[in-house]
């Protein structure tokens, strides 16, 4: 019912109240060529206090690369899976691989909500949660929200003197492996043009490099695993595009990059690192830039400031909660490509029943009793039972259409004189007071306690205080941690309702199986949602889906609904396209057009942004 839902909007958020719990499972990228950035990455995500996470590499990776099984051996054996099956059910994988494999992806998506940190393959869209702490070539989709690769230092370094001896510092780091041997060319090339002497230099030399002879006086820094805490203490940074070059900004070091490849240059020029060429050094690109040092620390702050804004990834992943939804709720069927991504949400569409469902990472939301009154007056400027008449009036229109379709049936047990009514989700019951009044034996279910008790005690009619999902079919005294079940009986009820409720629900094919059960044959089921055919998804579903209350599970079209409730033992009698606005149609269409006709084109087209649904127990 709410539209508007700022906190969860903002997204995730580190620090936030309630750490989550999340069993994350890092996939670094481990091929040769890849450098050891993300396995350094995952071991230090994994060995973070605050999350759950474990390290998995694929055994055939490490068989043909056995130098990375001593570096995994740095982490406890407790930290780590050893297979794909050993994956507990409740696991994230969290893909740092650059370009999943198809087959892999489609193994782990099946079993588990995807998350990928800059995947560039071609799974992408189908991911469950997408975070980019790099620029992508090309225009590929966008990300659920863009991270920085690493945290930014507590302080900042002090400002240093202008001028070309501001340069007295020099570090110089290719990664971990630095296949291609740029440090060793780069160090050649500037003691030979005397850019640099050997003093002012310092080589982090990664643990699977080749180790050998630099020139004498060049300082050697091994075993470094982030350059993060060394590269403060330096005035300037060689290196490729990649996290240490971001490491190197966000400390306040300006940074020149020597690229092992034009990808690497195409991303390095796409974010603003000043660079000097592919695998050679251009020394006279170099030149120039060393002889303006403010157009180095320029290009560093303009990087800075663009990305000042960015959580970090670690941050990110710790603030993550509830758990994304990856298959479809309705029929189990694995996603296609996502609709839209928000920071704390992914909405994709079932290639198999059209219905949209929400995979949702942000904090969980609690109803409470302010829900009517603040929320409700929030998004229609006056509160519920101020509008109960109202709502009263559309419930009796309602009831008509659902009295057509009320058949009794031969052994059926249908009592048409004065049928048994549950609305499910009866808020404080203006529909239930339409149906006493209409002559039904009606009853109620809400999840709000003062709402339900509204009910009961001024409309005097029964409702319960529960949850229609959880609620057990079968006659049960005490849940399995010993509270009190709501309990219905089989095929006791002639109507039930649901009005802007089916969408909440987790678990809509568990209710629909459900209201099945406990409808009796010829009884009649009657629904309202929002609609995912109307013209505010028509004309916009990113908007649609941003504006989608967080609380929204799944978004239903009129033909998908149709067909899902036939496989659920529903025949639909009628569906009703409501909720028409003539002011939300297209501009260009609307110009001139009086509003009246808007909305007949509208009614007629069936463009409402809800729909109502009456379907009979076949
Ligand atoms: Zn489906």
Redo the contacts with the bound molecule.
Sequence with gaps: MAQKKPADLKGPQAGSAGRNTLSFVFLPATAPGEGLGHLARALSLASQATSRGRVFVDPDALRSRPELSSILRSLPARKRYDSLEAFPPDSVPVLDMRRTPSDLAAELAERFPLCGIDEGGPERTRFAFLIDTLPGRGNRDAANLQALPCEPPSARRPARPTGTASFSRVLISFGGEDRAGLGRTLVEALLQARLFSPRRMTVVEGPLSRPGDWPEKVRIVRGCRSLGELVGEYDLLFTHFGIGAYEAVLAGVSVVLVNPSGYHRALARREGFPEIGVSVPRLGRLRRLLSRPGSLEAAADAIRERTAARPALESVLAGLSGRGRHL?P??G?PPGPALARFPAKTYFR?P??A?IWLSFWGAPRVYHDAYFFEEYRAQYGRTYLEDFLAIKQSGRERLRLIFRFLRPRPGGGIRPGKPRLLDAGAAYGPFLAAAAEHGCEAEGIELNSAAARYVRTVLKIPCRTGDFATARVTPEIRGAGGEPRVRFTPNSYDIITMWYILEHFDDPAGVLSKVNRLLKPGGVFALATPSAAGVSFLKNKRRFCAASPDDHATVWTPRGARSVLARFGFSVRAVRSTGHHPERFWKRLRGGIPAAVVGFFSRLLCLGDTFELYAVKT
């Design positions: 479809c309705v029929c069927s079932c198999a029943c219905v």
